[in-house]
């Protein structure tokens, strides 16, 4: 039905456009979903951005016009739109209460690069390899479409965020070209390196030493893991688990958080070839090779009781 670049011409053709990313948004679904605002915006485009959850503290300056509408604290948007566009979602169930929006749409257009992707949109643009979905975006329309500074901001801010400051594996010559030409149209990547990396508050520094300070090793200094608990940990939990990951010896980082006295975040990152998101997968959870996380019905320190001793087992079994 399509061609396989056909999202510059979707965006050409579109009459109106829902915008959405998965639930809890990070930097790389708000980065491709604003960068596409804006382009639509700028169009005349008839748009609606929604996620479902706020939007972290440390990620606002990117909406700073605070476009995203957030479905957990607004009425859902009942207009009927011609193409629904979810970015950085593996399936139609993670947009949380999007899912209606975009279920409901005439067509459905999916931009992911997690490798377990589901496919689920009438038009599918995957890619595992790409370093994150602000990358694919501008590398699908830059040549087409004039892309407005606050898209090209917006873009760069994702593709940092989800190379962890051009820090992690998935950073590569696409990626590098990307920002070079994000740059070139006037992106500024110095300040929004800043803006995403240092931006720890006190109480978050504390926070974020606590957490160091209670890591731990397993598996003969193969694994790393800490627990954080109480308020305010969504702000630090990126900067501790890429830190504990860059311990030299250690192949995957394991950061426990606290949702509830019944809920824990499980988040992983793998520093080897040890693939995280079949570790995660098989609870639930899911994500890229090298990240990946999940939630586990467990208090805290059962989830650490369970989940440790079979990381240790899975990892010796990976290394031999
Ligand atoms: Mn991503």
Redesign the pocket.
Known sequence: MFEPNSLTRIIKEGESFFLTGHEDP?G??LGAILGLYHLLKSMNKKVISAVHGPISRRLQFMDSEKTIIDLTSTSIPQDQFSHAIVC?STSTKRTGKAEKIIKNADILVNID?HPDNMKFGHVNFVNPDAS??CEMVFLLIHEQLFLPTKSCQALACGLLY?TGNLRNPNTSEKSLYTLALLAKRGVNIHILQKRLFANFTKEDFSRYSTGLEKARFAAEGKIIWTVLTGQGTKEITQRLIEELKNVKGVQVAILFVENNSNSTKVSLRSNSSFPVNDFAGRWGGGGHKQAAGMNIEFPWKKAVKTIIPQAVKELDEWNS
Do not use: A, F, G, Y
């Open positions: 990070d790389d679904s950085d690069h994150s979905v989800d």
